[in-house]
């Protein structure tokens, strides 16, 4: 049976569509056994379907699909109900990679793997449903134990040569790409992916939809799955929720004169949550190193990493773009403020308005109106979605020039019984036109004597752009 990555279809003698489509419902079924001897601890999904794909050249081989969900039962008629942000984010994705050295997972089988993922959906309950629509079509969960899609592949390169090749766009192979939808009740918020490479080291790859929470809740998740490897018992929530508010809601809020700056509508998507792209987008990354960030500190004249990339990267953009420069870009970036339950999105989002060239601009007076003069737009998303009663199909992530902070995201927290990773990275799906950058720590493994960590810029733009941004960021600032 071969499996084509980019479609999730399947080709056989047997019609693909009925293989299909009893895989999904093997994997994904929404409803629960009706037996009266059903027992309080569910049977820990172990269903495993080997299929044997090719792709990138033999890169990934060996492909199996298997399933874990729940250790127990949440409840009957259970619902989890995203927020108004959640909801705007619902066609963005998170890709997290986590590299181990061959030592970590050395006679690890895969059910030690998969045993502590059954007990930290316990506690991450919601993220182990399935998407539903209210009445009023908003999207809710049904929590109703579906579990994650867990996937086991092969790699032909060792870890240290697929480090060196340092391609983004190679990376998505160690990771699902699979989106929420068309079919909801059948698609996973979740999918974790663990791939062995040919030196026995080992990646974990999340796949995590952005509609569940910001990267500050994925990496609690993974982090959270560490903590129970060595034997941590999470409890139960508590005040599950058995009927729907938000969802049921038709309360009608004044009409705001105009969308928010941080948000573009799209064309409505339905059931299939991604968004078309006028352009082919491509993912690339730059490792900048302790020693080069504080150079390009001292002549930004701004002490903060983040600002001083986003402001030379925000700069050169605008010269190899062609059109109007961009003049309102978004910033992403973790909230002071104290978290409301397990996961949600929680991350500041905001803008950041000139009315001057940013071509001509001091790269410092950039990276200070990043520092300082951000204007939050969270309120204006939640009033703006509730207006629609949250059905609204918008983008987030480049709807504008969008640069997204993960430096306070405990990227490296993540322990496998004394095993940490020796490399980490994230990337975002579903970008709009205008393009992402994202801007997370390289890791404790690229410091500088005094503790200051190198940056990993992973970049999505028009194909088209890359090569020219490349050469611009080469000339003036020695990266890339």
Not at 224 to 233: A, M, P, R, T
Not at 371 to 381: A, N, V
Request: with cysteine.
């Amino acid at each position: 049976m071969l499996c084509n990555q980019e479609d999730h279809t399947y080709s056989q003698q047997t019609s693909p569509l009925l293989l299909s489509s009893i895989l999904q419902l093997l994997l994904s079924n929404g409803k629960k056994p009706t037996n009266q001897n059903y027992p309080k601890k569910r049977k820990k999904k172990l269903f495993q379907k080997m299929v044997s794909s090719k792709s990138e050249a033999g890169l990934i081989y060996n492909i199996k699909f298997s399933s874990v969900g729940p250790a127990n039962v949440t409840g009957q008629d259970v619902v989890y109900e995203p927020s108004n942000i959640d909801v705007a984010m619902k066609l963005h994705y998170l890709r997290g990679i986590y590299y181990f050295n061959s030592q970590a997972f050395q006679d690890v089988t895969i059910y030690q793997v998969k045993e502590p993922i059954f007990l930290c959906f316990n506690h991450f309950y919601m993220t182990a449903g399935r998407f539903r629509r209210a009445e009023s079509g908003r999207p809710y969960i049904k929590c109703n134990d579906c579990g994650a899609r867990f996937i086991e592949a092969q790699c032909d390169k060792t870890l240290e040569e697929w480090l060196e090749m340092k391609d983004a766009s190679l990376e998505k192979l160690l990771v699902s790409n699979q989106v929420l939808g068309p079919e909801l009740a059948f698609s996973p918020p979740i999918l974790i992916q663990q791939t062995k490479f040919k030196c026995g080291g080992v990646s974990l790859g999340l796949s995590w939809a952005h509609v569940l929470g910001d990267v500050f809740s994925a990496t609690e998740f993974i982090n959270f799955l560490g903590k129970v490897v060595v034997g941590y018992q999470p409890a139960r929530p508590n005040n599950l929720a058995h009927s729907l508010t938000k969802a049921n809601s038709t309360q009608t809020l004044q009409k705001i004169v105009e969308d928010p700056l941080s948000i573009k509508r799209v064309g409505p998507v339905e059931d299939h949550w991604i968004a078309n792209n006028s352009c082919k987008m491509e993912s690339f990354s730059i490792q900048v190193t302790a020693s080069k960030l504080s150079q390009i500190q001292s002549r930004t004249e701004i002490k903060g990493p983040f600002e001083s990339l986003c402001a030379i990267i925000w700069q050169s953009i605008s010269k190899i773009r062609d059109g109007p420069e961009p003049k309102v870009v978004t910033i992403c970036k973790k909230s002071e403020e104290k978290k409301e339950g397990l996961v949600g999105n929680n991350q500041v989002i905001g803008v950041v308005k000139v009315d001057h060239s940013i071509r001509e601009a001091n790269p410092s007076e950039l990276a200070r109106l990043i520092k300082d003069e951000i204007i939050d737009e969270r309120l204006k998303i939640d009033e703006a979605i509730e207006n629609d009663h949250g059905v609204s199909d918008v983008v987030v992530y480049g709807a504008n020039l969008t640069f997204v902070n993960m430096e306070g995201a405990d990227l490296y927290g993540f322990d496998w019984k004394g095993h940490k990773p020796m490399n980490v990275s994230y990337l975002i799906d579903g970008v709009g036109d205008a393009g992402t950058v994202v801007v997370l720590p390289a890791g404790p493994n690229d410091s500088s004597k005094d503790g200051d960590e190198g940056r990993i810029v992973t970049m999505t733009l028009p194909e088209d752009e890359i090569m020219k941004l490349k050469f611009e960021l080469n000339k003036e600032w020695s990266i890339a």
